[in-house]
């Protein structure tokens, strides 16, 4: 992904730098990103694991902080007269699944991930649909992330549909978008081979332990 990205950058004559640390990253490791000031950097890890993650949030987290001195409590980089470039971090679906400090990094830092699921807890389907499984099986969900329960609700709701509306014939070139609770299927076919699902959501961690999700 990431050498992808960085051919993707080159191609678009967007500066890439590469950061390499052994062990755990440190402040003095950044150095070629302390020297220009003003500049705005996306920086993102070649893993998602939360191993890796650990080696380098707290120093990135610092570094941006020192970037957004002086702001108050619930201000945003828009809102800030700071001179500085900003620093945003964007990672992978891994990070979904964090919790505890981890997932408090994610937040302080507005970290952005993609990723192929995403679950609005507090929406009235998701609130439904927990209820429901307790009553039909006498047990909650198992707790996974993803929700192996409602990917294939998702999934199964997906094909009934999709026959119900083609004589009982599955036919995914026939489908339109379907939006679950947790999954969004948008099939297109690859040429010359067969379906790929399109859909992406962006996830955006926010301050306060809120999220944002963007379907794409």
């Known amino acids: 992904f990431t050498q992808y990205l960085?051919?993707?950058?080159?191609?678009?004559?967007?500066?890439?730098?590469?950061?390499n640390y052994t062990g755990n990253l440190t402040s003095a490791d950044l150095a070629p990103l302390e020297v220009r000031p003003s500049d705005n950097f996306v920086i993102v890890p070649s893993s998602g694991t939360l191993p890796e993650f650990n080696k380098f949030a707290y120093v990135v987290r610092n570094f941006r902080d020192?970037?957004?001195?002086?702001?108050?409590?619930?201000?945003?980089?828009?809102?800030?007269?700071?001179?500085?470039?900003?620093v945003a971090l964007f990672g992978y679906p891994d990070w979904?699944?964090?919790?505890?400090?981890?997932?408090?990094?994610l937040h302080a830092m507005e970290a952005t991930v993609y990723s192929r699921y995403y679950v609005d807890y507090d929406?009235?389907?998701?609130?439904?649909?927990?209820?429901?499984?307790?009553?039909w099986y006498g047990e909650p969900m198992i707790e996974s992330v993803p929700s192996q329960g409602l990917l294939g609700y998702d999934a199964g709701c997906f094909i009934l549909k999709n026959?119900?509306?083609?004589?009982?014939?599955?036919?995914?070139d026939r489908a339109s978008e379907y939006r679950g609770i947790q999954s969004t299927f948008r099939f297109e076919r690859v040429p010359g081979g067969g379906f790929v699902n399109t859909a992406l959501y962006i996830v955006r961690?926010?301050?306060?332990?809120?999220?944002?999700?963007?379907l794409q």
């Open 123 to 135: 929406s009235f389907s998701s609130r439904t649909i927990d209820s429901d499984f307790v009553r």
């Open 96 to 105: 979904m699944a964090f919790r505890s400090d981890a997932e408090e990094l």
């Open 66 to 86: 020192s970037r957004l001195g002086g702001i108050e409590a619930g201000q945003t980089e828009t809102d800030s007269v700071s001179t500085a470039g900003a």
């Open 163 to 172: 026959m119900q509306a083609n004589d009982g014939e599955f036919r995914p």
């Open 205 to 214: 961690f926010m301050p306060y332990g809120r999220i944002s999700a963007t």
């Open 6 to 19: 960085a051919e993707v950058c080159d191609s678009l004559q967007r500066p890439c730098l590469h950061i």
